[in-house]
């Protein structure tokens, strides 16, 4: 069956463009996560959905950030006005509803900021 | 508030030896318990998790952890170290606290593995 699957893999901004990333979730997962990886470093949580309903964007740098996930499947990750410390991994996953439900991670997109 | 500590960023075994990756956690509840690894350019995959089923818990590849609450730990282990282990783990603390999820990944440790 089909996994995450998330687009485009690679993005080029030049700085001050803005940008979306696209995330397709497994069908039927009630949650998708958002992460941002840094060069070398571990993901870090930037917000969190379940179904339509985004419960918690705190790790979401800065305004320039914003998510959606208007029916409960696709989610999309715009960053505005994007800067040279937004150059990372941007992950997402989705899990079954619970707890110990495992997150399936996507590919991954890769961004650069120039 | 929850935090996840990998003690080592790095490790280096030989082939054949033990593995040894070291996790601490902290939690206001208890929490879920997850080991990942990636591969260079490829996605995370789980590999265990505790689920306060068993402390000590078999994941794929002969790989496991025992968690153990007295000292906030959740190590992950390996008998005997192949080349195709060289990647990088990550340790994951997860809360379900009133229908909010929190999910804090540790900083990762990088294995080497050496012929």
């Known amino acids: 069956g089909a996994g995450v699957s998330q687009s485009p893999r690679y993005k080029v901004a030049k700085r001050g463009q803005d940008v979306a990333l696209r995330c397709d979730p497994i069908?039927?997962?009630?949650?998708l996560f958002w992460y941002q990886q840094a060069l070398g470093q571990g993901p870090e949580f930037l917000t969190y959905?379940?179904?339509?309903?985004?419960?918690?964007k705190s790790g979401l740098p800065s305004d320039r950030f914003f998510a959606e996930r208007p029916e409960g499947s696709v989610s999309t990750l715009k960053i505005q006005r994007t800067q040279q410390e937004d150059s990372a991994v941007y992950l997402c996953a989705s899990t079954e509803s619970g707890t110990y439900n495992e997150q399936f991670f996507g590919p991954g997109t890769r961004l650069t900021v120039l | 508030a929850q935090s996840v500590t990998q003690l080592d960023s790095h490790v280096s075994v030989s082939e054949g030896t033990p593995v040894l990756l070291r996790c601490n956690y902290s939690?206001?509840?208890?929490?879920?318990l997850f080991w990942y690894v990636q591969h260079p350019n490829k996605g995370l995959q789980l590999l265990l998790k505790y689920t306060s089923a068993a402390t000590l818990v078999k994941g794929i590849n002969g790989f496991e952890a025992e968690f153990k609450k007295s000292e906030t730990s959740f190590h992950l282990t390996k008998p005997s170290a192949h080349m195709s282990d060289a990647a990088e783990y990550f340790c994951?603390?997860?809360?379900?606290?009133?229908?909010?999820?929190?999910?804090?990944f540790g900083t990762g440790t990088k294995l080497q593995v050496i012929p």
């Open positions: 069908s039927g997962h009630v949650s």
């Open positions: 939690s206001s509840y208890s929490p879920s």
């Open positions: 994951v603390v997860r809360l379900n606290s009133g229908g909010y999820q929190k999910v804090t």
């Open positions: 959905f379940q179904n339509e309903a985004q419960l918690d």
